[in-house]
């Protein structure tokens, strides 16, 4: 530094030193190491403390890397008996690609410290990979009841990790699951979906889980929902509306197999009918429907046959199952 006045130059040298513990004493050979990793992605690498003394000795971990490239996984102290050597783990999330110096030091109070000089070699960050299909689920359940299913995530990583939870398919409101679920550093959770039919009959859904650490996606896992909603524990009082409201959701193929019943002349009797509704409901998924609950619903069916003929066309056939399913709201 520099100060003038008066025409008297006066020179002012100062020393600055950062309070760094390994200023104090020199370091051990240091290590050189190489690490290759993937931008936005975590990676753990193992470095080895050894301690010579006669003595149990407290290393203090630092790091000095760029912010959010690394961080200490567990405890900011090691402690090593003497003469013996541990692994201590360092977790890597470098944001960007390209390349980075630094180093990672353990040092103790009074003697030479333990230094790893490191390069890092960051590739681009990989594109999210589509998700792995881990499993097929069926769930069933009357429409004035609900079921519920779980699924086991293991997660073997030293972080714990949160999921996303997404179901799509399916209708609305019938599958019940909560957005997301974390699973603890080395554990297990489980998730559950509950399903609750509005209607009778089969679908289908899927559920992705996709994990997160940090900010690294660690794998995403599709599981395929198959459902079947069959009639409520009362059939008696809701049977024959329930059933009506299932044909009516699924009216093409209804229509398509009514044709086949039917034939040239377009007209379906009684008991075909009646045989076309037990094997309506066994391709639904809810068995063939017992003779007196075919009977109540065909009783019904035929409640309005003006004709007279025991007999039904396509059209009295399906106004009249939409009659039955509009009392079922």
């Known amino acids: 530094m520099l100060l003038s006045g008066n025409d008297d130059v006066r020179v002012y040298r100062f020393l600055i030193q950062v309070n760094d513990p390994r200023n104090r004493v020199p370091a051990v050979a240091p290590q050189r190491r190489a690490i290759d990793c993937v931008a936005a992605s975590e990676q753990v690498e193992t470095f080895q403390i050894t301690n010579n003394g006669a003595e149990p000795t407290a290393f203090k971990v630092l790091v000095d890397l760029p912010k959010g490239v690394a961080g200490t996984v567990g405890s900011s102290t090691a402690v090593v008996e003497p003469g013996q050597t541990i692994d201590y783990d360092v977790l ?13 030091a353990f040092v103790a109070e009074g003697k030479e410290h333990l230094e790893y000089q490191l390069i890092l070699h960051i590739a681009p960050a990989a594109e999210e ?8 689920v069926q769930l069933q359940s009357a429409t004035d009841e609900a079921v519920q299913m779980s699924v086991t995530v293991d997660n073997p990583l030293p972080v714990e990790v949160t999921y996303t939870c997404t179901i799509t398919g399916g209708n609305d409101g019938e599958l ?4 997301t679920f ?18 009778v009959g089969k679908g289908a859904a899927e559920l992705v889980l996709k994990g997160v ?40 193929t209804l229509k398509v197999s009514y044709y086949e ?13 009646k045989g076309h509704l037990q094997e309506f409901t066994d391709n639904a998924g809810l068995g063939v429907v017992p003779d007196e609950y075919a009977d109540s619903f065909l009783n019904a ?19 009249q199952i939409k009659m039955l399913a509009v009392a079922a709201n």
């Not at 019940?176 to 957005?179: E, G, L, M, Y």
């Not at 599981?223 to 329930?242: C, E, H, M, R, W």
């Open 213 to 252: 650490a940090g900010k690294t996606v660690i794998g995403s896992y599709l599981y395929k929902l198959n459902t079947t909603g069959t009639p409520p524990a009362s059939p008696d009082i809701f049977g024959v509306q329930v059933l009506a409201a299932a044909m009516v959701k699924d009216k093409d």
């Open 176 to 179: 019940i699951s909560d957005p």
């Open 301 to 319: 069916l035929f409640a309005n046959d003006v004709d007279g003929d025991r007999s039904l066309s396509w059209g009295e056939y399906f106004n």
């Open 182 to 199: 974390t699973v603890d550093a080395e554990a297990t959770g489980e998730y559950a979906v509950t399903y609750q039919p509005d209607v």
């Open 129 to 136: 990979a589509a998700p792995n299909f881990s499993g097929e």
């Open 261 to 273: 019943l039917a034939g040239a002349d377009g007209q379906a009797s009684r008991s075909e009918l």
């Open 92 to 104: 890597f999330c470098p944001p960007r690609e390209g390349e980075v110096h630094g180093t990672i």
